[in-house]
């Protein structure tokens, strides 16, 4: 499997691809907001967009979900943010953004594990910026969303957030064995070792 990484929209959402070089398929995390620019690395690299894996229902991070379902991709989503999809805690309206509402295709729940591809993912569930947030760990990797970012974590002032279950969501990740390569949703890249001794949560652990 190789990730690839790009970056979009005003506010900088990270979008990933996991892509079976066998298969020339691809699973899609955090599709973003430019759907030209998705199209355009799936026409570079050859590879067939085959899901996309939504790690809160957010605008800024689903904004593209309804497009790349049309184009025939299944949307993954948790069970608590799916609803979302469809109302106003997807905040596009707060933020003065379109959004086309949709229903997602497989809802999941934590500790769920994905075989997607051929690709297996695990579904942490890490509520705290929204009360669905999930993360994704494949391999050494762990891709966060706006859940844990290189030293700090999301915001939990938006609807349905928690600065309680924040803790309680990071406390879980800093718990697990050894160390990951952490792929957050904004910003840089980082690690689960680095993050325990220099986030600004690392007291709460």
Do not use: W
Request: proline share 2%; with cysteine; hydrophobic share 35%.
């Amino acid at each position: 499997m190789k990730i690839l990484h790009l970056q979009s929209g005003p506010l900088n959402v990270n979008t990933y691809f996991l892509v079976n070089e066998g298969t020339k398929t691809a699973v899609v995390i955090d599709g973003g907001e430019n759907y030209k620019l998705i199209k355009q690395t799936e026409e570079k690299y050859g590879f067939k967009i085959k899901a996309v894996l939504l790690t809160h229902a957010h605008f800024d991070h689903a904004g593209n979900a309804k497009k790349l379902q049309d184009d025939g991709a299944k949307i993954y989503i948790s069970e608590k943010d799916a609803p979302k999809l469809s109302d106003g805690g997807n905040l596009a309206s707060d933020f003065g953004r379109h959004f086309e509402s949709f229903v997602p295709d497989v809802l999941f729940r934590d500790g769920d594990t994905l075989d997607i591809e051929g690709i297996e993912i695990k579904v942490i569930l890490t509520p705290g910026h929204t009360d669905g947030s999930a993360c994704f760990i494949v391999g050494n990797a762990i891709f966060t969303g706006d859940t844990l970012f290189h030293e700090c974590v999301g915001r939990t002032d938006f609807k349905t957030g928690s600065s309680k279950d924040m803790i309680a969501s990071v406390k879980r990740l800093f718990a697990l064995q050894g160390d990951y390569v952490v792929y957050p949703g904004h910003d840089e890249f980082t690690t689960l070792d680095y993050e325990r001794k220099h986030n600004i949560f690392a007291e709460y652990s």
